[in-house]
Nanobody, 124 residues
Framework: QVQLVESGGGLVQAGDSLRLSCAAS????????MGWFRQAPGKEREFVGG????????QYADSVKGRFTISRDNAKNTVYLQMNSLKPEDTAVYFC?????????????????WGQGTQVTVSS
């Protein structure tokens, strides 16, 4: 069983930065890809970005490319999402998730454990 706990969300202004953290329990963390997703009110959950098991490959949704950066520290069982140049449309609950494989995808069905989420609100 894997437990994920996100932190770092909050209320910021447009143009500000935030760094989200996701701490994982369980020994499988360092052997699987990790992903960040978000869900805004009234919208479906969407992929934000992912990182492979070793941290050498990342992928991002077009909407955040160039502004968000994912990294991981396997020694600390933690994955991060650095969010810069935040926009009001980035407002959502952000979730981290463990992938079923070493290399993740953009599909939520390929992720099997999820955190409870952390709220990010960006005011204009």
């Amino acid at each position: 069983q894997v437990q994920l706990v996100e932190s770092g969300g909050g209320l910021v202004q447009a143009g500000d930065s935030l760094r989200l953290s996701c701490a994982a329990s369980g020994r499988i963390f360092s052997s699987v890809a990790m992903g960040w997703f978000r869900q805004a009110p009234g919208k479906e959950r969407e992929f934000v970005g992912g990182i492979n098991w070793s941290g050498t490959r990342t992928q991002y949704a077009d909407s955040v490319k160039g502004r968000f950066t994912i990294s991981r520290d396997n020694a600390k069982n933690t994955v991060y999402l650095q969010m810069n140049s935040l926009k009001p449309e980035d407002t959502a609950v952000y979730f981290c998730a463990t992938a079923k494989y070493r290399y993740g995808t953009m599909e939520s069905d390929d992720y099997n454990y999820w955190g409870q989420g952390t709220q990010v609100t960006v005011s204009s």
